[in-house]
C-alpha cells in the first residue's frame, strides 16, 4: 500500500512540473503569432502545420547553433534556457497549432 502511494505521488509529482507546451509558446507568439502564422519579424518562416520532428530539430538546433539564418543569434537566446521536456512541449503545442 505505502509502495502504490508512493508512485502514485512521484506521478502527481512528475505531472506537476511536466513542461507546458502552451505556456512556453506565450513567448513566442509575440514574433510567431498566436497560431504561429506570423514570419517572426518577417524574416523567418511560418511555423504553423510544422510538425514534432521539424520543429525539435529547429530548437535543438538554434539551442546548440548550428541551424538557422537571419533569425539564428536571435532565437538561440530564445531557447538556451529551454531544457530537453521544454523542447518537446513546445513542438508537441506547435505541431498543434
Known amino acids: 500500500m505505502k509502495k502504490l502511494a508512493l508512485m ?3 506521478a502527481g509529482a512528475t505531472a506537476l512540473f511536466a513542461s507546458d507546451g502552451a505556456g512556453l509558446y506565450k513567448k513566442c507568439a509575440s514574433c510567431h503569432g498566436a497560431k504561429g502564422e506570423k514570419k517572426a519579424l518577417g524574416k523567418s518562416a ?3 502545420g510544422w510538425d514534432v520532428a521539424k520543429t ?3 530548437l535543438n538546433g538554434y ?3 548550428s541551424y538557422g539564418g537571419a533569425m539564428k543569434g ?3 537566446g530564445q531557447v538556451s ?3 530537453d521536456a521544454d ?3 513546445l513542438a508537441n503545442y506547435i505541431h498543434g497549432l
Open 74 to 76: 536571435l532565437m538561440k
Open 8 to 10: 502514485l505521488a512521484l
Open 81 to 83: 534556457k529551454l531544457s
Open 56 to 58: 525539435t530539430t529547429a
Open 87 to 89: 523542447i518537446d512541449a
Open 46 to 48: 511560418v511555423i504553423t
Open 63 to 65: 539551442k546548440d547553433g
